[in-house]
Nanobody
């Protein structure tokens, strides 16, 4: 069965960095784009970033552009999200997900992880 398992979340101070990872199994990883979403308490799930199958194309939400970097290792079936200069408004549960096609829309994603908590103190 398909599994997406996130790791790397935690409690940091504003300005710090975190690197999230997502280990994927049960699907042809190199044949799928991969994305990250986040959901803060009381808010809707929002798109963060997506990376193409080869890793050559990436796209970011305006709120994280220039601070977050998505990458993938197709040999290890892993996707990462490097988050630098974290802000309190970045606090959320972060979800790794795989879409049917390269997309920033949640409705296009058919596989989701359970999420990892990121907390940023000011």
């Amino acid at each position: 069965q398909v599994q997406l398992v996130e790791s790397g979340g935690g409690l940091v101070q504003a300005g710090d960095s975190l690197r999230l990872s997502c280990a994927v199994s049960g699907l042809t990883f190199s044949g799928r784009a991969m994305g990250w979403f986040r959901q803060a308490p009381g808010k809707e799930r929002e798109f963060v970033s997506v990376i193409s199958r080869s890793g050559g194309i990436t796209y970011y939400a305006d709120s994280v552009k220039g601070r977050f970097t998505i990458s993938r290792d197709n040999a290890k079936n892993t996707v990462h999200l490097q988050m630098d200069n974290l802000k309190p408004e970045d606090a959320a549960i972060y979800y790794c997900a795989s879409p049917r096609t390269y997309s920033a829309k949640a409705r296009d994603y058919d596989y989701w992880g359970q999420g990892t908590q990121v907390t940023v103190s000011s």
